[in-house]
């Protein structure tokens, strides 16, 4: 049974915070399918595409029969833990500083053997069940799990690292004013995140939200994305307690190009949806990543809240979906950024949301709370990309076999 | 199957091993240079007279056997590169002497030579094999301890062996290193030292572990008459035998490839296990030694815990294994622990051994064992060596 977690003491200022280091992160092309998978939380190997044969480590070529036909397919994760080690002395200084450190082989029921982390609560001789998350370097990784859940399993410091767990952690939502904010506190809170703050552009000006965060004892904070002076100053006062950072300030206004007269929305859209990502990244992302390795409550994520619509435009929603296919891409400029501290983007593709601007649209939309279940699961599973609601995962999975498709499907004109 | 023909009228010569260092500022071809040198010299040998050469290192980069060529002024008309680790010293020997079978080349140097600089065993653990990146690396980084620690695990739980039993052969090998004045331990070792060392990668603790260093090993190959002319000891090869990635569906390693070739090496040599006066294995790990000693048909599979405890493995004794002192106790350095047990075999079939000479040795089996790719070693080899009467 796992011990269950501590809260941290308080932060000794005059101790020296442990530098961000990481485990190994070079990879060979076909090893990043692992770390693909381990992005959205799968367990898929390669698998032979002529002779059925799954293959581990990851290759070119089959090693049954030599045909280089390998995609990546889920797989079965059952196996047995044949063999165990801790590990007191290693020369990566990530491992070093976690010491000692559990890994075993275990045999897969579908053939490979593998050698993976393995979670405290798993014994030898017995059957586990493989997860695929993704590590510290950003590369896919497996670790051997009990079968059953155990007590506080998730509180186990090897899984721990992997994860963006808000337990104990302290947590900024950006924007008190999008209806989800109080969803997202209150799921926050239930997941035992120690400190939620929410942001507030715009004081003066009242919201329907704000009682129920109030309701919640958030703490407010004066932070307006568009405004660089209010982003920086919340920055110098709270970036060095901000643990998970989740970005959900949004403008959007309907239509496409043709269907507006100037490109006044565009401009506050831009300003918010892709220049304010920016400016909280370049506010609070150095002090994020510079505490990556403070133990319990080390910063761990990063979360952006995207509209489907950013991996393809919808011209319903043009020049919004625009905007937001800029902070997608922004987002992958900043994983390549904070790779290097450990630090995670977390993206969270969502559907229409039920709310007044996207009332004219039909069923199915996501509502506040299961955008706050599907965030809070992303972060405690360390995923790197959430697909929200069955309009998002459609999207995803139509994107993943063919944009182009996609794109025509999106884009047909009506008849005549 | 095409039977292995022998190898008669080639023999091996000159061994050479140039003490090594704990660290080095030298590069490897520095070390290669002084153990070709040393080899030649033995020989009175001039470097233009050499035709054949082969050579073993992690530490080379970039350069290969090509770049050695011209930076140490060879010209062989036969030129190889072995990139085996443990198993290099044996699969050389096998090379060169088919070369100089064949008349492909008169005299080979096979030599194996390695830096250890402040930071060479972290960089070349870094970039091992893309195996070991993708899949075994990132898993703790503990390295070659942390695979042998699994293996070590489960042969551990299959055949109920002792952190003791492990012991014996550690504690055996520092007996014979303290006769060899070249090697890096210098202090005795009990077995309560080796049960009470500081834990590595459970259950592998300190003396399980050989000690990474610089170092080189060469020896030549010639025909019988060319050795008989210029006055050198010489040893025979009875057989040898190699083979890779064998057993890939046994799901964690408890045996190497020898078990596939076992019973022709015993064949072409016209011995057996019995008739060996002493056996040098490739000893990174204790669990591997014991993994030889079965394979190469000592006793039964998960029997070599009981095999030993009955037996003295030092120079003195009924046993004699690693009688240098092997990788545990004289250091590995780099690829030449795959030619440490071989060169000092052709020392001691020849009666050069000194201190650490077993008495009336005549018959030496050498095994090699190499690279972990992933999760297991993928080369294995093994060679019977006869002093000439």
Not at chain 1, 184 to 194: I, R, S, V, W, Y
Not at chain 1, 342 to 367: A, C, F, I, S
Not at chain 2, 299 to 326: Q, S, Y
């Amino acid at each position: 049974m796992t011990t269950p977690l501590q809260p941290p003491a308080r932060k000794n200022p005059q101790k020296r915070t442990l530098s961000p280091t990481r485990p190994p992160e070079a990879r060979s092309r076909a090893a990043l399918g692992l770390t693909a998978a381990a992005a959205e939380g799968r367990f898929a190997l390669q698998v032979c595409g002529e002779c059925g044969a799954v293959q581990y480590p990851p290759r070119d070529a089959c090693s049954s029969c030599l045909s280089v036909d390998l995609p990546w397919q889920d797989v079965s994760p059952k196996g047995t833990l044949i063999a165990e080690t801790q590990i007191r002395a290693t020369t990566n200084l990530y491992f070093k500083d976690r010491l000692p450190w559990r890994t075993g082989t275990v045999q897969l029921d579908v053939g490979p053997s593998v050698i993976c982390h393995v979670h405290g609560d798993c014994v030898k001789g017995t059957r586990v069940t493989l997860w695929n998350r993704l590590d510290r370097a950003g590369q896919g990784v497996l670790i051997a799990m009990p079968e059953e859940r155990t007590p506080n399993m998730q509180d186990d410091p090897q899984l721990r690292a992997m994860t963006s767990d808000p337990k104990h952690r302290r947590v900024l939502i950006t924007d008190g004013r999008n209806p989800n904010a109080p969803a997202l506190a209150k799921a926050l809170q239930t997941a035992g995140a120690a400190a939620v703050y929410v942001g507030e552009g715009e004081t003066w000006r009242p919201y329907p939200e704000r009682a129920a965060l109030e309701a919640l004892g958030v703490e407010f904070l004066a932070l307006d994305v568009t405004d660089t002076a209010s982003v920086t100053r919340m920055a110098s006062e709270y970036g060095g307690k901000t643990d998970i950072l989740i970005n959900n300030a949004r403008f959007l206004r309907p239509g496409g190009v043709l269907a507006r007269r100037d490109t006044g929305f565009a401009r506050d859209e831009i300003e918010v949806n892709y220049l304010g990502l920016m400016r909280l990244a370049q506010a609070f992302g150095p002090a994020m990543c510079g505490r990556t390795g403070d133990g319990v409550n080390s910063a761990a994520a990063w979360v952006n809240i995207l509209a489907a619509t950013s991996l393809c435009n919808t011209p319903e929603m043009g020049c919004f979906s625009a905007s937001q296919a800029a902070a997608r891409s922004l987002a992958q400029s900043l994983r390549g950024e904070f790779r290097a501290s450990g630090l995670r983007v977390m993206n969270l593709y969502v559907g229409p949301t039920e709310d007044d601007w996207h009332q004219p649209l039909p069923p199915p939309k996501v509502t506040p709370n299961a955008l706050a279940r599907d965030l809070v699961s992303g972060l405690q599973n360390g995923l790197e990309d959430v697909y929200c609601g069955d309009v998002a995962k459609d999207m995803a999975l139509k994107f993943q076999r063919d944009p182009k498709v996609l794109e025509r499907e999106l884009t047909m004109g009506g008849e005549g | 199957m095409a039977r292995r023909q022998s190898y008669d009228g080639v023999v091996l010569a000159a061994p050479v091993s140039v003490p090594y260092e704990r660290y080095s500022i030298e590069t490897a071809h520095w070390w290669i240079a002084r153990a070709l040198r040393s080899t030649l010299q033995a020989a009175g040998l001039r470097p233009a007279e050499l035709d054949g050469f082969t050579v073993s290192s992690f530490t080379l980069f970039p350069d290969t056997a090509v770049g050695l060529t011209q930076h140490l002024g060879l010209c062989p008309r036969w030129l190889d590169h072995i990139p085996m680790g443990g198993a290099s010293g044996v699969v050389a020997l096998r090379r060169a002497a088919r070369a100089v079978q064949a008349g492909d080349a008169d005299i080979v140097a096979c030599v194996s030579g390695d830096t250890n600089h402040i930071d060479s065993f972290r960089s070349l653990l870094s970039s091992f094999s893309r195996f070991a990146s993708d899949a075994s690396y990132p898993y703790g980084y503990g390295g070659p301890n942390a695979n042998f620690a699994l293996l070590t695990d489960r042969y551990m739980s299959e055949y109920g062996t002792t952190r003791a039993d492990f012991g014996r052969i550690c504690v055996a090998q520092r007996d014979n290193a303290l006769r060899n004045p070249h090697a890096l331990m210098k202090k005795p070792l009990t077995l309560d030292d080796y049960l009470n060392a500081r834990p590595i990668a459970d259950p592998i603790a300190l003396f399980d572990c050989v000690m990474p260093c610089a170092g080189a090993e060469a020896f030549l190959v010639m025909r019988e008459e060319e050795a008989v002319r210029r006055n050198l000891p010489f040893a025979r090869i009875k057989a040898t035998i190699e083979r890779h990635n064998a057993h890939a569906e046994d799901p964690i390693q408890l045996r190497g490839g020898w078990t596939l070739d076992v019973d022709e090496l015993y064949e072409m040599a016209q011995c057996g296990p019995t008739d060996m006066d002493l056996v040098q294995t490739y000893d990174d790990y204790p669990v591997i030694s014991m993994m030889q000693i079965e394979d190469l048909g000592f006793c039964e599979k998960g029997a070599a815990p009981e095999f030993l405890r009955d037996r003295d493995m030092t120079t003195k004794g009924d046993f004699p294994h690693n009688t240098n002192g092997g990788q545990l106790s004289a250091g590995q350095a780099g690829a030449a622990g795959g030619f440490i047990g071989l060169v000092e075999a052709i020392r001691q079939v020849t009666g050069q051994a000194e201190a650490t000479q077993v008495k009336d040795a005549k018959r030496a089996l050498v095994s090699g064992f190499g690279m972990i790719n992933y999760d297991r070693g993928v080369c294995s080899a093994a060679a019977i060596l006869e002093g000439a009467a």
